[in-house]
């Protein structure tokens, strides 16, 4: 996956989070499972970013970004702010 691939995969989990933020804020569904889809696209989004990270600190030390690879969730949920 290209920087570009996943710049254009994060926009686009954005734009679900609006959407689905939007639809809760409305009370056009339910509430849990809103709650539940929020919760497993942050979890992805946490995960694009990092990976995103990755692959630009492999690049700016002189290494293939490409060998950047996805943490898992419990790994990129615990990172300290």
């Given at each position: 996956?290209?920087?570009?691939?996943l710049?254009?995969r994060?926009?686009?989990l954005?734009?679900?989070e609006?959407?689905?933020?939007?639809q809760a804020?409305?009370r056009?569904s339910?509430?849990?499972?809103?709650?539940?889809?929020?919760?497993?696209?942050?979890v992805?989004?946490?995960?694009?970013?990092?990976?995103?990270?990755?692959?630009r600190?492999?690049?700016?030390a002189?290494?293939?970004?490409?060998?950047?690879?996805?943490?898992?969730?419990?790994?990129?949920?615990?990172?300290?702010?």
């Open positions: 996956m290209s920087e570009q691939d710049l254009a994060i926009r686009e954005v734009d679900r609006h959407e689905l933020r939007s804020e409305n056009e339910d509430p849990e499972t809103e709650r539940r889809k929020l919760a497993e696209l942050e992805t989004l946490d995960q694009c970013w990092d990976l995103l990270r990755q692959r600190a492999r690049l700016d002189g290494e293939s970004p490409d060998d950047a690879a996805v943490n898992s969730p419990g790994q990129v949920e615990n990172y300290l702010q």
